[in-house]
């Protein structure tokens, strides 16, 4: 199984960014993907949620700003973030759950301010 993200970067406040996550060894249109981040001396949090029906989830702190989207033909899953602060620097990991749990090596983000 691989996760392999791309898309990250570094942005000024006020930019944007898209991530993507595409997904190998595994039935993708089965998995709940979802996009998690850790900054240094945090804990890894929840960005972002989409389950195989379509449903999402956000982190309160992205509410707005941050769309969550799946291409289950290409096996990929997208995070665009709008509007991105300098409290978004992280690391952004993607994670896949269904009867497991996989997650990729992480995407560096960085917002200046």
């Known amino acids: 199984v691989q996760l392999v993200e791309s898309g990250g970067g570094l942005v000024q406040a006020g930019g944007s960014l898209r991530l993507s996550c595409a997904a190998s060894g595994i039935i993708f249109s089965l998995y709940t993907m979802g996009w998690y981040r850790q900054a240094p001396g945090n804990e890894r949090e929840l960005v972002a949620a989409i389950t195989v029906g379509g449903s999402t989830n956000y982190g309160d702190s992205v509410k707005g700003r941050f769309q969550i989207s799946r291409d289950n033909a290409k096996n990929t899953v997208y995070l665009q973030m709008n509007s991105l602060k300098p409290e978004d620097t992280a690391v952004y990991y993607c994670?896949?759950?269904?009867?497991?749990?996989?997650w990729g090596q992480g995407t560096q983000v960085t917002v200046s301010s």
């Open positions: 994670n896949a759950h269904s009867w497991y749990n996989y």
